[in-house]
């Protein structure tokens, strides 16, 4: 990698595995010993807040997606801010029965 100049910086090759068991990359957390990836996410209880705009959007960006691997995930509240750009809501405004 040297001669292409690629600057390799936190490399962990596979056979180095005795010590680590998880690994932190990308943003993810990569379980070496059954080589799977796995993100952390926080869940937020928002059971005495009003559901906003704002608060589907900071809920929707809590999670740290650099190469989309929880776009499944993040896709729902995506789609519900869409449809509140449609309705024309505002950002304060609390968010009933919509159809998804």
């Known amino acids: 990698m040297s001669s292409g100049n690629f600057n390799l910086r936190g490399w962990k090759p596979i056979q ?3 010590t680590h068991k ?3 990359v990308v943003g993810l957390v990569w379980h070496t010993d059954s ?5 952390k996410v926080k869940i937020t209880n928002i059971s005495e807040k009003p559901i906003t705009r704002r608060l589907v959007l900071a809920l ?3 999670v740290f997606n ?6 499944p995930v ?4 995506k789609l519900i801010l869409q449809e ?6 505002g950002w304060d405004d609390t ?5 998804y």
């Open 84 to 89: 509140t750009w449609n309705l024309k809501l």
């Open 66 to 71: 650099p190469i989309g691997f929880t776009a």
């Open 22 to 24: 998880s690994v932190p």
């Open 35 to 39: 080589d799977m990836l796995s993100c």
């Open 60 to 62: 929707a960006h809590q």
């Open 74 to 77: 993040t896709l729902i509240p």
């Open 95 to 99: 968010l009933f029965q919509m159809t």
């Open 16 to 18: 180095d595995t005795s």
